[in-house]
């Protein structure tokens, strides 16, 4: 399934306005972002369907996102009230999938410092030894909402920065712990590409090794430091990623709503051209 994320300027369009020119390309499936309403209504007389629900990540969003695996009660209180609203909405949307942000580890320390101050592999050694109470705390949350939506899937990207939850070896943990639990790896090409710059695993260590757990992939494209260019403008080489996806993985093309429905199209044409949408 390909899918367009509510992500590029659902917010300044009526639902009206919005799908027809994708259904003019026959582009039906959508993924809905947790602060965006669907109307199911709607949905029920169209051709739409709803891919999957994306939980906004920090760098999605103008306002502070509370992590799942923070030290403080109060702030993963607020995390799990935003993991409800977003059950409550592939629920009534009807997908199962919900892509989630799992949180980050506040590196105080590491910020502090210049690359010239200290390497990239001080900073990763730092960061990778305070991960156990996070992990363990996320692992429980992830634990506890199975049991509430068992019918769930709880999809988890890998990192996009060297703060945030899971790093490589930290997806495979989190799987291995939580076996009982509807989990799934959801692939993003740009969290890679960065993870990558600042020499942690790139794409094909993810891809290798989480290609068997995974539910979808968010499609975007990254320059300099930045992500959520529209495919084939910035530094990854998407026809790379062909021979390695599942074929039933969801492909969902998110784009920051910047740029123009041309640029959407321009993306959309590029990710054919790669093989990566049918």
């Given at each position: 399934?390909?899918?367009?994320?509510?992500?590029?300027?659902?917010?300044?369009?009526?639902?009206?306005?919005?799908?027809?020119?994708?259904?003019?390309?026959?582009?039906?499936?959508?993924?809905?972002?947790?602060?965006?309403?669907?109307?199911?209504?709607?949905?029920?007389?169209?051709?739409?369907?709803?891919?999957?629900?994306?939980?906004?990540?920090?760098?999605?969003?103008?306002?502070?996102?509370?992590?799942?695996?923070?030290?403080?009660?109060?702030?993963?209180?607020?995390a799990?009230?935003?993991?409800?609203?977003?059950?409550?909405?592939?629920?009534?949307?009807?997908?199962p999938y919900?892509?989630?942000?799992?949180?980050?580890?506040?590196?105080?320390?590491?910020?502090?410092?210049?690359?010239?101050?200290?390497?990239?592999?001080?900073?990763?050694?730092?960061?990778?030894?305070?991960?156990?109470?996070?992990?363990?705390?996320?692992?429980?949350?992830?634990?506890?909402?199975?049991?509430?939506?068992p019918?769930?899937v709880?999809?988890?990207?890998?990192?996009?920065?060297?703060?945030?939850?899971?790093?490589?070896p930290?997806?495979?943990?989190?799987?291995?712990?939580?076996k009982?639990?509807?989990?799934?790896?959801w692939?993003?090409?740009?969290?890679?590409?960065?993870?990558?710059k600042?020499g942690?695993?790139?794409?094909?260590?993810?891809?290798?090794?989480?290609?068997?757990?995974?539910?979808?992939?968010?499609?975007?494209?990254?320059?300099?430091?930045?992500g959520?260019?529209?495919?084939?403008?910035?530094?990854?080489?998407f026809k790379?990623?062909?021979?390695d996806?599942?074929?039933?993985?969801?492909?969902?093309?998110?784009?920051d709503?910047?740029?123009?429905?041309?640029?959407?199209?321009?993306?959309?044409?590029?990710?054919?051209?790669?093989?990566?949408?049918?």
């Open positions: 399934m390909f899918a367009i994320s509510t992500l590029w300027r659902f917010s300044t369009m009526t639902e009206e306005e919005y799908y027809p020119p994708f259904w003019e390309k026959s582009i039906y499936a959508f993924e809905v972002m947790e602060d965006h309403f669907v109307n199911p209504l709607f949905l029920k007389e169209t051709p739409l369907k709803i891919a999957n629900i994306a939980m906004r990540f920090p760098w999605e969003s103008k306002e502070e996102i509370p992590s799942l695996c923070s030290a403080y009660p109060q702030e993963r209180e607020k799990c009230h935003r993991f409800i609203a977003s059950a409550q909405k592939a629920i009534a949307l009807q997908t919900i892509v989630v942000w799992p949180g980050r580890i506040p590196l105080d320390e590491i910020s502090s410092l210049s690359s010239e101050e200290e390497s990239w592999e001080k900073k990763i050694a730092i960061r990778k030894k305070k991960a156990a109470p996070y992990l363990e705390r996320l692992c429980r949350t992830l634990f506890d909402m199975s049991r509430k939506y019918d769930l709880f999809c988890l990207p890998p990192a996009r920065h060297l703060e945030d939850i899971p790093l490589f930290e997806m495979e943990a989190i799987l291995d712990d939580l009982t639990v509807r989990l799934a790896y692939h993003n090409p740009a969290n890679c590409h960065f993870l990558q600042i942690l695993e790139g794409q094909e260590p993810w891809l290798y090794q989480y290609a068997k757990n995974m539910a979808g992939i968010h499609l975007e494209d990254a320059a300099g430091k930045e959520l260019y529209p495919a084939g403008t910035g530094e990854i080489a790379n990623l062909k021979n996806l599942p074929k039933k993985a969801i492909r969902v093309l998110r784009i709503s910047r740029f123009s429905l041309q640029e959407v199209f321009f993306a959309w044409q590029h990710l054919k051209e790669a093989g990566l949408v049918e």
